[in-house]
Every structure is written in C-alpha cells, then in structure tokens.
T-cell receptor, first 119, second 111 residues
Framework: DVKVTQSSRYLVKRTGEKVFLECVQD?????MFWYRQDPGLGLRLIYF???????EKGDIPEGYSVSREKKERFSLILESASTNQTSMYLC??????????????????FGPGTRLTVL | KQEVTQIPAALSVPEGENLVLNCSFT??????LQWFRQDPGKGLTSLLL?????REQTSGRLNASLDKSSGRSTLYIAASQPGDSATYLC??????????FGTGTSLTVIP
C-alpha cells in the first residue's frame, strides 16, 4: 500500500514564525502536491513538484515556498506565518502518466493532513 | 480555468437506501476524474479513478460514471450504511499534473 506521511497532525505557531511542514511518500512517485483545505473553498493547490528540485506554482502560492531535495520528500515552508494561513494542509503524491507529449497524473494518494493554527 | 461543482452540498438518507452524488466540470478536456472520501479531520482516500476513455468504474457497492461531453460524473452508492457517512469529493485532471477539486458532498446515513 502507498503510504504518505506528514510530520505533524496538529501544529500551533505564532504570527511571524517560520514554519516547516514535511511530507514523505514511500512509493517512488514522481509527483508530489501541497494543498490547503478551508471550509466552503475546498482543496486549493499551493505548489506541486514533478521531479526532484522541480516545482510549479499552483493556484495560491503567495506566502509559501517548497523544497524537494529528495524524490520521497516534499516540504512546504511558510516564511513568515500569518493568521490567514490557519488551515488544514494536505500532501499528496502520484505517478506520472505519459500521453504522447503530455504528462498527467495517475491516482493521487493523500497524507493524513496537518491542522495548522497561527495565533 | 477548470471549475468543479458538486451538488448537493449535504445529503441525509436512511440506511439501506441507494443514492447518487453528482459532480460537474466546465472544461470537458480532461484526462481522468477521481472520486475521494474524506472522514472528519482526516486526509482523502481514493475511491475510484475513471480515465477519460472510460464510461464507468465499479468497486464493491460503488459505481462511478463519466460523461465527458456533458461535463458530468455521478457516484452511485448501493445499499448505504452508516459507515458510508463522510464527505465525498470529485476531482478532474486536465493538462498538467494537477487535479481540480469540487467542494464536496457531505453524506449522512441514518441508522
């Protein structure tokens, strides 16, 4: 079974702190994703990565950065946490599928989530 | 940009009833569509993935259909059980390696 783990289930930080959220997958997936989930807004993509050291901005990258130094690990960084970054953060991973020149993602597997509160 | 809508936002049914959850999307140029289940405070669990060339997928009491041309998918749950209570989300994947998610349908199955 695919396993995606996240470093913390619950996290409380203060405004202005630097926050690291880590995600590890054990299935040698090329793609890794960071989402945040807020009531009424659903899941929104922050960043994704399709290979080591590669990253792409999602829909809401402002205030976040990411790091992927190893294939199995994808880190989300809040450079200076703010109260509007209080949310549930979900990490996911998937294989890439190749359709001619295009690539796309196979089934996404999610971690258990990190509930971040910024005071 | 792809937009995904799920209606209704919430649904409550008695145990044993068959039910249908709906998902619609604005751009029919998708590669695949995935249905997920989410329990409160937890991550998402994949239920079914339908490739764009397929019309349906089945897993146990679950059946998902896809009509790409009309931008619609349904998730059919047969003989519902209290353990089916959860939020169900659909997501579509187009060009690029990402999914676009709906906001989900919260299902309650009453014993």
């Amino acid at each position: 079974d695919v396993k995606v783990t996240q470093s913390s289930r619950y996290l409380v930080k203060r405004t202005g702190e630097k926050v690291f959220l880590e995600c590890v997958q054990d299935m040698d997936h090329e793609n890794m994703f960071w989402y945040r989930q807020d009531p009424g807004l659903g899941l929104r993509l922050i960043y994704f990565s399709y290979d080591v050291k590669m990253k792409e901005k999602g829909d809401i990258p402002e205030g976040y950065s990411v790091s992927r130094e190893k294939k199995e690990r994808f880190s989300l960084i809040l450079e200076s946490a703010s109260t509007n970054q209080t949310s549930m953060y979900l990490c996911a991973s998937s294989f890439s599928l190749v359709y001619g020149r295009d690539t796309n993602t196979d089934t996404q597997y999610f971690g258990p989530g990190t509930r971040l509160t910024v005071l | 940009k792809q937009e995904v809508t799920q209606i209704p936002a919430a649904l409550s049914v008695p145990e044993g009833e068959n039910l249908v959850l709906n998902c619609s999307f604005t751009d029919s140029a998708i590669y695949n569509l995935q249905w997920f289940r989410q329990d409160p405070g937890k991550g998402l669990t994949s239920l079914l993935l339908i490739q764009s060339s397929q019309r349906e997928q089945t897993s146990g009491r679950l059946n998902a259909s896809l009509d790409k041309s009309s931008g619609r998918s349904t998730l059919y749950i047969a003989a519902s059980q209290p353990g089916d209570s959860a939020t169900y989300l659909c997501a579509v994947s187009g060009t690029g390696n990402q999914f676009y998610f709906g906001t989900g349908t919260s299902l309650t199955v009453i014993p």
